[in-house]
């Protein structure tokens, strides 16, 4: 069975800095990898995913991730965070053949010091 | 562009009583799920389909009952509600096996088992 782990509960950082929010997954085979951002009050948006192909994924809003098999991870990266960008910020990883079952991580709330 | 439209979007229940959430998609998506939110948590899988007439356990499936009877609806039942299904719940859909893609989230719905 797949699992999502995003050790990081809450971490702030200041308006201008950069941003990485570690996410790690357990899964047998190839993993269809994604992150969801959450803003207060709102539905989840997608940010980016990983199918197959070029491992450093862009994403909207300026994110990136890059997928490390060796490490099992799928860190999403900011190079100049906006106060916009708070929120909650989901990894996700699909299993099966068409990513048909969908794990969440626990999340990470991000906060941005003015 | 009405997209995920889930109903209720509030309610309370006491102990003991049964209730229906229901998850309407006018986007032909193959694949539906239902997911619950709860803080520190992220999101966790209830159950979920991958077409009209089938369903799939999640991760937290125990005390829920789930239905996909038409390809747009997806139905999560509650045949006894307990406290601690307390809970924010989220349905979402997505394309099937070609298009291994993003979810579509409803604006969730708020339960609260007194």
């Known amino acids: 069975a797949q699992s999502v782990t995003q050790p990081d509960i809450h971490i702030t950082v200041s308006e201008g800095a950069s941003l990485e929010l570690r996410c790690n997954y357990s899964?047998?085979?190839?993993?269809?990898l994604f992150w969801y951002v959450q803003s207060p009050g709102q539905g989840l948006q997608l940010l980016l995913k990983?199918?197959?192909?070029?491992?450093l994924v862009q994403g909207i809003k300026g994110f990136e991730a890059e997928f490390k098999r060796s490490q099992s991870s799928f860190n999403l990266r900011k190079p100049s965070v906006h106060w916009s960008d708070a929120a909650e910020y989901f990894c996700?990883?699909?299993?099966?053949?068409?990513?048909?079952?969908?794990?969440f991580g626990s999340g990470t709330r991000l906060s941005i010091r003015p | 562009n009405a997209g995920v439209t889930q109903t209720p979007k509030f309610r309370v229940l006491k102990t003991g009583q049964s209730m229906t959430l229901l998850c309407a998609q006018d986007?032909?998506?193959?694949?539906m799920y239902w997911y619950r939110q709860d803080p520190g948590m992220g999101l966790r899988l209830i159950h979920y389909?991958?077409?009209?007439?089938?369903?799939a356990k999640g991760e937290v499936p125990d005390g829920y009952n789930v239905s996909r009877l038409k390809k747009q609806n997806f139905l999560l039942g509650l045949e006894s509600a307990a406290p601690s299904q307390t809970s924010v719940y989220f349905c979402?859909?997505?394309?099937?096996?070609?298009?291994?893609?993003?979810?579509?989230f409803g604006e969730g719905s708020r339960l609260t088992v007194l």
């Open positions: 979402a859909s997505r394309q099937g096996q070609l298009y291994t893609g993003e979810l579509f």
């Open positions: 389909s991958v077409g009209e007439g089938t369903t």
């Open positions: 986007m032909n998506h193959e694949y």
């Open positions: 899964y047998g085979a190839t993993p269809y």
């Open positions: 990983y199918f197959s192909g070029d491992t």
């Open positions: 996700a990883v699909g299993a099966g053949s068409s990513a048909s079952k969908i794990i």
